[in-house]
Each structure stands twice: as C-alpha cells, then as structure tokens.
C-alpha cells in the first residue's frame, strides 16, 4: 500500500523560505518520477516541479529561479527547497508520481504566504 506523507509547510513571510518533504513508503521510490503539485480553494490542482529517477527536473515558470526540487532515494524522500516566497505561492502542497495517481493523494502541506 503506497503512503505519502507530506511535511514542512508553515506560515511565512513574503520573501522567507521554506523546505517540504515527501516521504513514500510501499512503492518502488527509486526508479520512478515524483512530482510536487499545489492546490488552492476553487482551482485545480497544479504541477510545480517534478523530478526524475537520473535526475532531470522540471519547474513550473510561475516558481522557476525560486524552488527548488531534489530527491534522496536511500531516505524515500523528495524535497521541494522553495525561496522568496510570495503570497501567491499560498496553496496546499501536494506529492504525487508523475503522472499523478488518484488513489495516492495524501493529505498535504499548508503553505501560507502573509505579511
């Protein structure tokens, strides 16, 4: 049984940063590609970075020179290092694979973004 536990969200200042991590337990970690996804009231949910098993990654332009995503295959884990934060990034963070899978959505992170 796949689990994704998210962790590291938290209520910041514009500008400040913050690390979320995405521990899997129950897959195959290693050789698959993860994503960070974010959600907010009323949108769809939205693909912010992803990363692949050689790793290549892909960041969305509205995070692009701002977040940054990294794995560390021994822990199970995936990151998502975001800086200069700003209120627009306030959202529910989410990790997935890529292409996401339904029936894997955890609960996710708040980040909130507010002077």
């Known amino acids: 049984q796949v689990q994704l536990v998210e962790s590291g969200g938290g209520l910041v200042q514009p500008g400040e940063s913050l690390r979320l991590s995405c521990i899997a337990s129950?897959?195959?970690?290693?050789?698959?590609?993860w994503g960070w996804y974010r959600q907010t009231p009323g949108k769809e949910r939205e693909l912010v970075a992803r990363?692949?098993?050689?790793?290549?990654?892909y960041l969305a332009d509205s995070v692009k020179g701002r977040f940054t995503v990294s794995r560390d295959n021994a822990k199970n884990t995936v990151y998502l290092q975001m800086s200069s934060l700003r209120p627009e990034d306030t959202a529910v963070y989410y990790c997935?694979?890529?292409?996401?899978?339904?029936?894997?959505w955890g609960q996710g992170t708040q980040v909130t973004v507010s002077s």
């Open positions: 129950g897959t195959i970690f290693r050789i698959l590609m």
């Open positions: 997935n694979y890529f292409p996401p899978r339904d029936e894997f």
């Open positions: 990363i692949g098993n050689d790793g290549y990654t």
